[in-house]
């Protein structure tokens, strides 16, 4: 049976209570931020005839209005704190036990990465023992693996959501005014009063401020006046922060600015965050009447079925086509970005790009499907589920901030930051660590 006969099968099986909408913007996010870095990432062939690493919103600054559309991570966050909401709700009416749950959505998420990490370190190793420059080998590896760091960050937005819960139930959308006046402080103290390190603090304020707003959407707290004043307050904010404030428009980095608004987040993503908000959910029941057509949903089922996998591997496609481009002698490449004929030539790359990625899905889907959650005799100890969620966290973060390839060493490939993520899953208890280690 084939992938969309699966996909329809489970489709007409779908509760009658089931939020669709949820599913469908959980994969629109996805697709949007794969088309956002197909988009931005213009490498080309300049003058010297060397490869240059282009950056489209550095080449084309009135291209950084287009992230207002394309940098969708706030809906997938607040699509996490509906999801989270409903399954943590679920989890306490039956007495169920956090271990469980945290360490079952762990290795929904994490199972996945571990073959695209595997696959990159080998490359490093292989390219580098084959004399390949090692800041040739670092770029590409990086390129292809910075995608993780939202898994680091996710993770840990997720790990807090009894408590998240508990606040909301207790404060309502008072929470997300204080996680709100927690990114303004933050900023303050980061950009008026230059206190180093203290925007770190943003990746939790204005990401579990938009999760809170996901638990008010599952509990139907915002109206359609409601999501409508929301996105009218939140454009207004994300106006007055850029074009009248300190931050810049692009809401992604762009090479050489002196800020940027989400490595870590600022107040100006969450103006951004908001706005979104509004908007989607305003849509809600035009997008909940699209998702009746059977076609439409099963096409959202499908997309959702292997939603990780294309995320964590359509990097590695790009990479893919860009070195087969160069091999056949730079064909394509000589095209400056941002010319009539660079974005003509747009629709012929995005297909290559599909036609790399279709086999990439194939091979490694099964990772993401049919590998439900390990079966326990016992809840993982709290202490070792924290350890093992960190080290997680850790391995990711540190692959996305400085690789896994190495420009020092025999092997060039920075072993203990592929080993952390396996060595935390183990800990939970999945993953080939952990089947190894049990025989």
């Not at 913007?25 to 060397?50: F, N, T």
């Not at 005014?177 to 900023?187: H, I, N, Q, S």
Request: charged content about 10%; aromatic content about 12%; overall charge positive.
């Amino acid at each position: 049976m084939g992938l969309w006969s699966k996909a329809r099968s489970l489709a007409e099986q779908t509760p009658p209570e089931r939020n669709r909408y949820v599913d469908f913007l959980r994969a629109l996010s996805i697709m949007a931020v794969v088309v956002g870095h197909w988009l931005v990432a213009a490498p080309y062939i300049g003058s010297d005839g060397e490869v240059v690493g282009g950056h489209l919103l550095g080449i084309l600054p009135w291209s950084q209005w287009l992230t207002w559309l394309f940098q969708v991570m706030p809906i997938f966050f607040l699509v996490g704190g509906y999801s989270n909401g409903v399954s943590w709700a679920s989890t306490r009416a039956k007495n169920g036990h956090y271990s469980d749950w945290f360490a079952s959505r762990i290795q929904r998420l994490i199972n996945p990465v571990f073959p695209v990490l595997l696959v990159w370190a080998g490359f490093a190793l292989v390219a580098t023992q084959l004399g390949m420059a090692r800041e040739t080998v670092k770029m590409a590896v990086h390129l292809a693996l910075v995608p993780v760091w939202f898994l680091a960050v996710y993770l840990l937005v997720t790990a807090l959501a009894p408590l998240t819960w508990k606040l909301w139930e207790r404060l309502g959308f008072a929470s997300v005014a204080l996680l709100v006046a927690g990114a303004v402080l933050v900023d303050w103290l980061t950009y008026a009063q230059g206190v180093p390190y203290i925007k770190y603090l943003n990746f939790l304020f204005v990401w579990v401020g938009i999760h809170q707003l996901g638990y008010g959407w599952q509990q139907g707290r915002i109206s359609r006046a409601g999501a409508l004043a929301l996105f009218a307050l939140g454009l207004a904010a994300l106006v007055l922060l850029t074009v009248y404030g300190l931050y810049p428009i692009a809401m992604i980095g762009v090479p050489g600015a002196e800020i940027t608004n989400s490595m870590p987040p600022t107040l100006a993503l969450l103006a951004l965050g908001v706005t979104q908000t509004g908007l989607v959910l305003a849509l809600e029941p035009w997008g909940r009447k699209l998702l009746d057509n059977l076609s439409f949903w099963t096409a959202t089922v499908l997309m959702n079925g292997m939603i990780m996998t294309v995320y964590l591997w359509h990097l590695t496609a790009f990479v893919l086509v860009m070195v087969a481009a160069w091999a056949a002698g730079g064909v394509g490449l000589s095209v400056m970005p941002g010319t009539a004929e660079w974005w003509w030539s747009r629709p012929v790359w995005f297909a290559l790009y599909i036609a790399a990625l279709l086999p990439l899905i194939a091979m490694f889907i099964r990772h993401e499907r049919g590998m439900g959650p390990a079966k326990r005799e016992a809840p993982v100890p709290r202490l070792r589920l924290v350890i093992g969620m960190i080290a997680i966290c850790l391995g990711l973060a540190m692959t996305a901030a400085i690789s896994i390839a190495s420009p020092e060493g025999v092997t060039g490939v920075r072993l203990w930051v592929v080993a952390l993520p396996f060595i935390g899953a183990a800990l939970v208890g999945f993953g080939p660590v952990y089947r190894w280690v049990r025989g």
